[in-house]
């Protein structure tokens, strides 16, 4: 395909893109970057709708692009454009100065300000975290029988359980569990933490096994909880008052983590764009809102992937526009994770 077919294929999606309309010959050819007769241009045009790039609603009617057309439009017509200055800086102020940065917070402000800026839906997810490495474990007595495990991670998640068991722990037995569990599991990672492994924890403990038991099976299940991805989504109402997307669809697709997640986590680097038209074609994974488009990247933790950030909107979207500043979330909320790190370590 020449020069000049992409230039035409990205003149029709950036009309498109701001009318709606389906874009004919002579509105390509009055712009001023199109310097053939409106003849030559139905002629491009012609060939990029065989080549799958366009189509045409109604016979009378002018061409759209299809997802096809799209994904060229993206790989080979837009020109990266990084946001200028002010712009930067007028979004570093959506972050939250005052309390203490934790990551859970970023993506919260990340996927607030995506949605604020585009109309359309942000999400994320976190990576699965089965490399992060236990450094703290602890047992504390907050009531009768009531016992709270903590976890920690290396990665400096927290999270915690309570425990009641049926009868009180006296400080031998509170001793032995928490020396126990720094001497088998400090250093170990989560992504090590079998049932197999729990077993035998347990049968190590000897006479104590009857008594700690539940403590040890209540720390497994709270290592469960701390490897589950956690989605995080904002502005779905831009969805539901977009008129060119079916509320049924926006309503089934959010209501399923299992689908999105997936979706998140299908990019590796850089910014990927998939289309709902591609999953009836099984080009990709299941994607249920007709007419719509997903743009997902990544940011990382330390050189290693941490979690993926997108957009959803309709497929009639200012990719060129968007893009950028998805790219610029995922890069910021990498650099302000490094630099949190830098300063937990010092």
Known sequence: MDDRKLRIL????????????????????????????????????AVLE???????????????????????????????????PEERQRLDGM???????????????????????TKCAAVAVNAAPEFSVISKVEVIPT??????????????????????LEFDLNEEQLSFFTAFLTEHLHGISLGELSPELFDQLITAMGTYMATLAPLMQGLYE?????????????????????????TQDIVEFMEHEDIIMPLLNSTFSGIHVMFSDEAQEG???????GNSSMIVGRYRRDGKDAGGLGIIGPMRLDYAKVIPYLEYFTQKITELISEKEEDDNA
């Open 143 to 164: 009531g009768k029988r009531l016992y709270v495990i903590l976890l920690i991670t290396s990665a400096g998640s927290i999270k915690n359980k309570a425990c009641r």
């Open 222 to 246: 709270l290592s469960r909880d701390m490897m589950r991805q956690e989605l995080t989504v904002n502005g779905t109402r831009n969805l539901l008052t977009c008129g060119e997307l079916e």
């Open 283 to 289: 080009q990709s994974p299941t994607f249920v809102i």
């Open 95 to 117: 972050f939250p100065e005052d309390t203490p940065l934790t990551e859970e917070l970023l993506i919260q402000s990340a996927t607030t300000a995506l949605a604020e800026i």
């Open 50 to 84: 065989q080549l799958g790039l366009l189509e045409q609603p109604h016979t009378s009617a002018g061409r759209v692009p299809t997802f096809q057309g799209y994904k060229v439009y993206i790989e080979r017509c837009m020109h990266g454009q990084g946001l200028p």
């Open 10 to 45: 990205a003149a029709v999606v950036d009309e498109y893109v701001t009318t709606g309309e389906p874009v004919g010959s002579k509105t390509i050819a009055a712009l001023p970057d199109i310097h053939v007769s409106a003849a030559t241009i139905r002629n491009d045009m």
